[in-house]
């Protein structure tokens, strides 16, 4: 019984080395979208115009300052218009924290679905998000 015992242990011990862990990156690298807003282009009505608030998070918890980014960008899709604000930044975009999506009434009157799918499909978006147009 004690072989089978030690048998097992040692298992047990080589199987942790192929656990991974999750993928961590450090708070200051990253910018939490916490808004996004979405509305048909003035310029161009083929184009969509896409506005994203970020939350940018402080070292220091007990200064108390909220500090936020307001990035606009026109594209056609939202893939394309993440792509393109990620380029504008240096940090990640995580949008674990997003709660609201906001429609422009001209956009609201067109097919919404495309974004609705997009949004419930995203694995790390939340799946209680607050729509207003």
């Given at each position: 019984m004690t072989d089978l015992k030690r048998w097992l242990a040692w298992f047990m011990c080589c199987s942790f080395l192929f656990l991974s862990g999750?993928?961590?990156r450090d708070i200051d690298l990253r910018l939490?979208?916490?808004?996004?807003?979405?509305?048909?282009?003035e310029e161009n009505p083929g184009m969509n115009r896409f506005t994203f608030k970020m939350a940018i998070?402080?070292?220091?918890?007990?200064?108390?300052?909220k500090k936020s980014l307001l990035i606009t960008q026109?594209?056609?899709?939202?893939?394309?218009?993440?792509?393109?604000?990620?380029?504008?930044?240096?940090?990640?975009?995580?949008?674990?924290?997003?709660?609201?999506?906001?429609?422009?009434?001209?956009?609201?009157?067109?097919n919404i679905s495309k974004i609705q799918d997009w949004t419930v499909?995203?694995?790390?978006?939340?799946?209680?998000?607050?729509?207003?147009?």
């Amino acid at each position: 019984m004690t072989d089978l015992k030690r048998w097992l242990a040692w298992f047990m011990c080589c199987s942790f080395l192929f656990l991974s862990g999750c993928d961590f990156r450090d708070i200051d690298l990253r910018l939490f979208v916490v808004s996004i807003g979405i509305d048909v282009s003035e310029e161009n009505p083929g184009m969509n115009r896409f506005t994203f608030k970020m939350a940018i998070p402080s070292g220091d918890p007990k200064t108390g300052d909220k500090k936020s980014l307001l990035i606009t960008q026109e594209s056609s899709s939202i893939a394309e218009a993440i792509r393109e604000v990620k380029s504008k930044v240096d940090k990640e975009l995580d949008f674990g924290h997003c709660k609201g999506v906001m429609y422009g009434e001209a956009y609201a009157r067109k097919n919404i679905s495309k974004i609705q799918d997009w949004t419930v499909r995203r694995r790390d978006m939340q799946l209680l998000m607050y729509p207003a147009v």
